[in-house]
């Protein structure tokens, strides 16, 4: 599934699109609001950060209560934050 992609405008607007069962729900300017928005809108006791970080990152679905989210952001901010992941796992070790 080819799901819409946002574009950041600048390097504080960081966009994140919410897809709950293949439609589109939310965009959101950070991944931080999206966290917050996810959390109040699945009544989940935490934040769904990771979620969200892995849904960006590798593509992964997140299925909450027989409901399945997709996340997508600017193909940019993806690819820094690969190489931010990339860099502390190195550092790690």
């Known amino acids: 599934m080819n799901l819409r992609k946002p574009i950041a405008i600048n390097k504080k607007y960081k966009p994140v699109l919410i897809f709950k069962d293949g439609v589109e729900l939310k965009e959101c300017v950070s991944i931080q609001e999206a966290a917050h928005y996810l959390k109040g809108h699945t009544l989940c006791t935490a934040m769904p950060y990771r979620h969200i970080m892995n849904g960006i990152i590798f593509d992964e679905t997140w299925i909450h209560e ?28």
């Not at 027989?66 to 193909?75: A, H, K, M, V």
């Not at 993806?78 to 790690?92: F, L, P």
């Open 66 to 93: 027989g409901i399945s989210y997709r996340f997508t952001t600017d193909p940019e901010v993806k690819k820094a934050k690969s190489i931010e992941m990339e860099t502390q796992n190195k550092d790690r070790f």
